[in-house]
Each structure stands twice: as C-alpha cells, then as structure tokens.
T-cell receptor, first 110, second 116 residues
Framework: QKEVEQNSGPLSVPEGAIASLNCTYS??????FFWYRQYSGKSPELIMS????GDKEDGRFTAQLNKASQYVSLLIRDSQPSDSATYLC??????????FGGGTRLMVKP | ETGVTQSPTHLIKTRGQQVTLRCSSQ?????VSWYQQALGQGPQFIFQ???????GRGNFPPRFSGLQFPNYSSELNVNALELDDSALYLC???????????????FGNGTRLTVT
C-alpha cells in the first residue's frame, strides 16, 4: 500500500523565521510531488509542484526533492501569520490518483 | 476562466439516505477526480472520470458511484449513508489524466456532508 507520511504537528515558528515541512513516501515509482495549503474549513490549494531531484523556488517557498531517500520537503522563508494552515504533501506515480499525507499543521506566531 | 465549482456547499443527511453531489469542471478540463477528506486527515481518492468513463477507483465500496456528462461535469452518488461518510468531499479537474504529463489537480471548494 502506497503511503505518504507527515508529522501532524503542530509546528510552531515565530514570524519571520523559516518553516521546514517534511514528507516521506513509500512508492519508489512516484514521479510527481505536490504541496497543498489548506486553511481550516477550506479546500486544499496547490502551492508547489516538483518533478525532479533538487530544489525548486517560487517566491518565499522552496520545494526540495530527494528520490533516493524518498523525501520531499517544503521551506517557507520569512514566515507570516497568514501562512498558518495545514500543509498537505501529495504524491503521484503516473497512475490516476494522488496519495496524500495526513498534513502538518503550521502555526506562525507574531 | 471559471474554476471548479461544487454544489451544495453543505448538506445534512440521515443514516441510510442517499446523496448526490455535483461538480462543474474548469473550462477545458476533461478529467474529474473525487476525494473524501475526513476531519483531521488528508484527502482519500474515491475515483476519477475521463471522457465520461470511470478511469480508476480507490478503496471505496460500490455504494459510492459517479457519472461524468458530455460537458465534463460530474456527480458523486452515495447510497445507504453511514455515519463515517461524514466528511468534506472534494472535486478536482485537470486537462489530462492525473499522472500524464504531470497534470496538477486544482480543487473546488468542496461539499461538507454531515450524516446523523
């Protein structure tokens, strides 16, 4: 069974700090990796996608992928209180579905 | 460009009843996927429709069924509702089958179903 694991948190960081969110996955055939942000009571919003090993930067967000270690992470620089949300890691193996982790709750304190 | 829209936004049903949830895909998207998200958990894949045919199914019983129409909108039907069916139901559309050409999913606002 394909699994995606995340620490449920909460991860608490002060405003302006770097938040580091981690995700591991079990299926070595996984090809596409996504980070979604979900505010309480809302639907998930895609914030980053990454397909090859290394880093991908988009504004304050950096996604990191290491396929050998089956590990994907999301860094949020200059964290803001508005970044407080649950972050979902999702993995696709070229099949028809995304497998999601349980999410990490991030709290950014002013 | 209109995004994915779902209706209704909230629904309360009684155990044993049947429910139909609706989804309009984003313009130009021919693939619709449905996910169930229980409170405090990540979304779980129910099934996907591509050009009106079911194209993959997760670990959900047959009382979860669906349809896709020629305009690519979709319905999710759940029969014989159980208390554990209470969840946020998410619809997502894409321009290709998920996993083909790395097509990311963009979700609608979801339908919150409560079964009492």
């Amino acid at each position: 069974q394909k699994e995606v694991e995340q620490n449920s948190g909460p991860l608490s960081v002060p405003e302006g700090a770097i938040a580091s969110l981690n995700c591991t996955y079990s299926d070595r055939g996984s090809q596409s990796f996504f980070w979604y942000r979900q505010y309480s009571g809302k639907s998930p919003e895609l914030i980053m996608s990454i397909y090859s090993n290394g880093d991908k930067e988009d504004g304050r967000f950096t996604a990191q992928l290491n396929k050998a270690s089956q590990y994907v992470s999301l860094l949020i620089r200059d964290s803001q209180p508005s970044d407080s949300a649950t972050y979902l890691c999702a993995v696709n193996d070229a099949g028809n579905m995304l497998t999601f982790g349980g999410g990490t709750r991030l709290m950014v304190k002013p | 460009e209109t995004g994915v829209t779902q209706s209704p936004t909230h629904l309360i049903k009684t155990r044993g009843q049947q429910v139909t949830l609706r989804c309009s895909s984003q313009s130009g998207h021919n693939t619709v996927s449905w996910y169930q998200q229980a409170l405090g958990q990540g979304p779980q894949f129910i099934f996907q429709y591509y050009r009106e045919e079911e194209n993959g199914r997760g670990n959900f019983p047959p009382r979860f069924s669906g349809l896709q129409f020629p305009n690519y909108s979709s319905e999710l039907n759940v029969n014989a509702l159980e208390l554990d069916d209470s969840a946020l139901y998410l619809c997502a559309s894409s321009s290709q089958k998920v996993g083909t050409g790395n097509s990311p999913l963009h979700f609608g606002n979801g339908t919150r179903l409560t079964v009492t």
